[in-house]
């Protein structure tokens, strides 16, 4: 057994529904209640490995981002608790919640949101260590230079501002800014869906690169599955706050068990996929203010069945490293499925 | 049957930097019931073409050069009064932020019947009538309900599809697509698909379907069109395309999806990022990053024409 190096254990986290600007309008005008509470995770458990890549799939809204940030400690989950090494992350205190801090970093979607518009990237990328201690005052330019010389960028760039670089470039600048804590633990929450698609192969290969190179462990959240299928060795797929499906990514195209990945799978815009006639599993993505009682997934589910609108499925291990929450076939979730692959 | 033919359109922005020329010589024409994908870089003047048909283009940009012909009227001698009777009758624009199109504080019968009764002497009545069957058309369950609901009762992609159902009511001859589905989830993005897929089928419409993901026009568009730097670089039927790119462009797109690169293994990338519009480089504008550049590159590149491809390379892909 490899050892984990953090893991979420029953996690649920839940916010104040926050409406959106149509929505608000609408509360003014009196046409609309006031917000509920939403349910961004419920009950979630995964344990991720040193040294792996874990991808991250699933809709808008079914709480990737969310879970990212509570094992990340920037969020305090309503229930549940995240281990780092076996330690509860709310337990440590002092020098030990600062070390875990630093050595989870996590990248964001947005390059330029995240990059104070205001500091040159020698300050962007040398500030943290500087402050923490990390390094001596005198050296932290040679290491910005190096970091910079890591993440594909030439060090000479080290005194430009943020909007003087393009977006792949403003990306580059804030993985060098994560690694330059000499994290072990990587969060990429979107980090490459504001890219355009020449410039996304280059931060996908960056950041296979650097996981080798420092011996990082990635959980990358994407809602591209054929990326995350590309750089994990693990994909996780989400629904509505739950993991629905865990698999190995060398089998994720061919053997999907929970109804939902096979539906994703079938409806993913592919190269070798031409002239199609689209088709669509049926219904709409339900609010998680208000989510469906048993399976999550059960109105919009082919092969759903009296038992799934009342009991909620467990996450149960139906083969090496696979896992599915489904009622079908005993909890082993969809079977003897054929092969989607090049369809 | 040509239902648009664009010719050599330029179109530019004055800016105190200098002319941004967002649009520099784009032509493709669309038939009747042909679905054309318009891909390649941001900033490489998709949306620009887009609006540049529609007449919306606003200042500083200028249509400066080239022509649009719509059922054989051109639309560049056209008046604004003209354009505004074509625009949400004749031809129909879905953007990616169906906000765009939809007011937060009316009801979705309020706004559809109005935009009914812009192009059409109705009465009420049918207008609401007219409604409901374009809501029921996009799959929008219960149509006669849902009129009386304003945006914020729908889910991004149901006003997506009322967005459609918007533009679908005067059964125009052609839409722009401006990436409307780039924002929503997969399951919803090919809902949406296939019922655009069905009713430009259906109706014989000619459709611009505007994305930056190659894998969603692989799957819709008959023919296929890439732009970089304000120019089509390369456009074809859709498997000549994809299966055997001319332009380098085009061949370090296909080549970097992961589904075309083994799983684990590094992607085939093309290096570099595209130039700012203001400092193109000389010549071909795509010369910093290709592979095949040569000493002609520096030269400004013809079209060539090998109907019913054509591409704008003097060192093309598979003529070694
Ligand atoms: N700070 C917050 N306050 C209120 N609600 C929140 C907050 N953060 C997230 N939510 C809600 O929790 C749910 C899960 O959100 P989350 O951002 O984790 O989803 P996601 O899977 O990352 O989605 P996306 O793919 O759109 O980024 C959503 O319904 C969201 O609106
Ligand atoms: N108002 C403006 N003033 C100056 N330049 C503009 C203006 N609007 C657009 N441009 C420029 O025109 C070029 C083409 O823009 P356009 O929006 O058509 O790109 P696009 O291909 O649609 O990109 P994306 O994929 O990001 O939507 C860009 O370089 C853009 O910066
Ligand atoms: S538990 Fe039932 S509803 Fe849920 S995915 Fe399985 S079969 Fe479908
Ligand atoms: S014209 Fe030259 S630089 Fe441009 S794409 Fe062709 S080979 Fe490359
Ligand atoms: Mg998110
Ligand atoms: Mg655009």
């Not at chain 1, 962007?124 to 005198?138: D, M, S, T």
């Not at chain 1, 000479?156 to 690694?179: E, V």
């Not at chain 2, 006003?159 to 679908?168: E, N, P, S």
């Amino acid at each position: 057994m490899t050892d984990i190096l953090a893991a979420a254990e029953g996690v649920s986290k839940r916010f104040r529904h926050t409406p959106d600007f149509a929505e608000r309008l609408a509360i003014r005008l009196g046409a609309a209640a006031e917000p509920a509470t939403v349910h961004a995770l419920d009950g979630v458990d995964l344990h991720i490995h040193r040294g792996e890549v874990v991808g991250l799939v699933g809709e808008s809204g079914c709480g990737k981002s969310t879970l990212g940030r509570v094992i990340a400690g920037m969020l305090q989950p309503s229930e549940g608790r995240i281990t780092r090494q076996g330690q509860d992350i709310r337990a440590l205190r002092g020098a030990d919640a600062r070390k875990m801090r630093l050595a989870t970093q996590i990248i964001f979607q947005d390059p330029m949101s995240s990059l104070n518009p205001r500091k040159r990237v020698s300050e962007i990328i040398g500030e943290a260590p500087r402050v923490h201690g990390l390094i001596p005052r005198r050296e932290v330019r040679a290491e910005v230079g190096k970091l910079l010389a890591t993440v594909g960028l030439d060090p000479t760039m080290a005194d430009r501002y943020p909007h003087q670089f393009s977006g792949g470039q403003r990306q580059r600048i804030g993985i060098a800014r994560a690694l330059a804590v000499n994290p072990d633990f990587l969060i990429c929450d979107e980090s490459i869906a504001a890219l355009d698609v020449s410039i996304q192969a280059q931060v996908i290969n960056l950041f296979m690169d650097l996981r080798r190179q420092f011996n990082l462990t990635l959980l990358f959240i994407s809602h591209d599955l054929s990326v995350v299928r590309h750089i994990s060795d693990r994909v996780v797929i989400m629904y509505l706050g739950r993991v629905v499906e865990i698999s190995p990514a060398d089998t994720v195209f061919d053997a999907p068990r929970h109804p939902y990945t096979a539906a994703l799978l079938e409806e993913i815009p592919r190269l070798d996929r031409r002239g199609r006639r689209f088709t669509a599993i049926k219904g709409e993505i339900p609010s998680p203010v208000n989510p469906p009682s048993g399976c999550h997934f059960h109105p919009r589910c082919p092969h759903a069945f009296d038992r799934c609108r009342l009991e909620r499925p467990a996450l149960k291990q139906v083969g090496a490293g696979q896992d599915v929450a489904c009622h079908l076939n005993d909890g082993n979730g969809l079977i003897d499925t054929p092969s989607r692959q090049g369809e | 049957m040509t239902l648009l033919e664009v010719s050599e359109l330029k179109t530019w922005f004055e800016t105190p930097a200098g002319t941004v020329k967002a649009v520099d010589g784009v032509s493709f024409s669309l038939a009747k019931g042909e679905i054309i994908g318009l891909v390649g870089e941001s900033g490489s003047g998709k949306s620009i073409t887009g609006f540049s048909i529609l007449g919306l283009v606003d200042p500083p940009g200028k249509v400066v050069g080239g022509s649009i012909r719509f059922n054989g009227e051109d639309l560049r001698a056209a008046s604004e009064e003209r354009l505004r009777a074509l625009r949400g009758d004749r031809i129909a624009m879905i953007f990616q932020d169906p906000m765009m199109t939809l007011n937060p504080v009316l009801s979705i019968g309020t706004q559809m019947v109005e935009t009914v009764q812009a192009h059409r002497r109705m009465s009420r009545a049918d207008a609401r009538a007219k409604a409901r069957d374009a809501l029921g058309r996009v799959g929008i369950p219960r149509p006669e309900e849902r009129l009386d609901a304003y945006p914020h009762e729908f889910s991004g992609g149901m006003r997506q599809r009322v967005a459609i159902a918007t533009a679908l009511l005067h059964e125009p001859d052609l839409i722009i697509a401006d990436e409307p589905t780039t924002a929503l989830d997969v399951t919803i993005q090919s809902q949406i698909l296939s019922e655009v897929q069905g009713l430009a089928a259906e109706m014989g419409m000619g459709l611009i379907w505007i994305s930056h993901d190659l894998g969603v026009v692989a799957g819709l568009a008959d023919r296929i069109a890439v732009m970089y730097a304000g120019r089509i670089v390369e456009e074809g039927p859709r498997d000549d395309v994809l299966d055997a790119p001319r332009h380098p462009y085009t061949s370090g797109l296909v080549a970097s999806a992961p589904i075309a690169n083994e799983r684990g293994k590094p992607l085939r990338q093309i290096r570099g990022s595209a130039p700012s519009a203001l400092h193109r480089p000389e010549g071909c504008a795509f010369r910093p990053r290709c592979d095949h550049a040569g000493d002609l590159c520096l030269n400004d590149v013809p079209e060539t024409c090998a109907t019913p491809r054509r591409w704008r390379c003097f060192y093309p892909m598979g003529s070694s």
